[in-house]
């Protein structure tokens, strides 16, 4: 029903930006909450930040301050817009999204119903 696709994933030295990208497709319409995670090997998936469909935003404490996420007027497409990066950010990202408002599913990984294939992103010392 929907497909979710992220780009923009690559190698970056300590202190650089990045942004990615989560393009949506088939019926989007359907779609009220679209988040970021992250995972290293033999990890649990990591929240990032979620963007609500009337446009609330959440991140995660500790990301406060570098990391921000966004979304185009249509709602098609998710940004996390990374600056400031350290080598500990170095993951798989995934976006993520749900039927569901971000309020209820509270960047829960179990509760999302639609997930990207994931990009790597590299953060060199």
């Known amino acids: 029903q929907v497909q979710l696709v992220e780009s923009g994933g690559g190698s970056v030295q300590t202190g650089g930006s990045l942004r990615l990208s989560c393009t949506s497709s088939?019926?989007?319409?359907?779609?009220?909450?679209k988040a970021w995670f992250r995972q290293t090997p033999g990890q649990e998936r990591e929240a990032l930040a979620s963007?609500?469909?009337?446009?609330?935003?959440t991140i995660a404490d500790s990301l406060k301050g570098r990391f921000n996420i966004s979304q185009d007027n249509a709602k098609v497409s998710a940004f996390l817009q990374m600056n400031n990066m350290k080598p500990e950010d170095t993951a798989v990202y995934y976006c993520?999204?749900?039927?569901?408002?971000?309020?209820?599913?509270?960047?829960?990984?179990?509760?999302?119903?639609?997930w990207g294939q994931g990009t790597q992103v590299t953060v060199s010392s």
């Open positions: 963007i609500d469909a009337d446009g609330s935003t």
């Open positions: 993520a999204a749900d039927v569901q408002r971000c309020y209820f599913l509270k960047l829960s990984a179990r509760r999302f119903g639609y």
């Open positions: 088939g019926l989007t319409h359907l779609i009220n909450c």
